[in-house]
């Protein structure tokens, strides 16, 4: 298995709160990606990332933010979580051009 | 816009037997396919894939066979295992600059294998 490690597994949090999701990995892998999925959606592209401090956003962006201030770590925020962003947040990583993608086992985030 | 389908949400397969899984894209710009399987509670983990160059791509029990013209691709799993009981997703790529690349997700099949 690719090293990643997402932390927490589980929460449970209040709407208006803020919450931090955090990716670690040890592969030394360049591309980093956070994504959501939901029933009836799939996987959803949040934001990624193409090196330390190069990030940009993916499909559903909108009341998400990252950061990644070092290669092996890859933050997600929700700046004030909604319930609609109840759901499972999975990272991935690849470490060259083309190369597919390897995720973590998830994150479930509900918000109350 | 779904701009990768998989139309089926459920496919029942008895042990042995072939499962074909299929996915519909609509973006022309896909350049590369694949697959991924997903187990309960566990993240998805890369299974195969097929650049759109390829007509077929084999591995195993596993091949994905892909038609351009129709834009359709699919995947088969000969023979079928208890094990290979999981949700399958297609996804497609294309590239977003900077080096890196965004994949696309079907909604997923939930294939059953029955001993």
């Known amino acids: 298995d690719a090293g990643i490690t997402q932390s927490p597994r589980h929460k449970v949090t209040e709407t208006g709160t803020p919450v931090t999701l955090r990716c670690h990995q040890t592969e030394n892998h360049r591309y980093m990606y956070w994504y959501r999925q939901d029933p009836g959606h799939g996987l959803r592209l949040i934001h990624y990332?193409?090196?330390?401090?190069?990030?940009d956003k993916g499909e559903v962006s909108d009341g998400y933010s990252v950061s990644r201030s070092k290669t092996e770590d890859f933050l997600l925020t929700l700046e004030s979580a909604t319930s609609s962003q109840t759901s499972v947040y999975f990272c991935a990583i690849s470490g060259r051009q083309g190369s597919p993608l390897h995720f973590g086992n998830g994150t479930r985030l509900t918000v109350t | 816009d779904q701009q990768v389908k998989q139309n089926s949400p459920s496919l029942s397969v008895q042990e042995g037997r072939i499962s074909i899984l299929n996915c519909d894209y609509t973006n022309s710009m896909f350049d590369y396919f694949l697959w991924y399987k997903k187990y309960p509670a566990e993240g998805p983990t890369f299974l195969i894939s097929?650049?759109?160059?390829?007509d077929k791509n084999e591995d195993g029990r596993f091949t994905v066979f892909l038609n351009k013209s129709a834009k359709h691709l699919s995947l088969h799993i000969v023979p079928s295992q208890p094990g290979d009981s999981a949700v399958y997703f297609c996804?497609?790529?294309?590239?977003?600059?900077?080096?890196?690349?965004?994949?696309?997700f079907g909604k997923g099949t939930k294939l059953s294998v029955i001993p």
């Open positions: 097929i650049s759109s160059i390829k």
């Open positions: 990332s193409y090196g330390v401090k190069d990030t």
């Open positions: 996804a497609a790529r294309k590239d977003s600059g900077a080096g890196s690349y965004q994949l696309t």
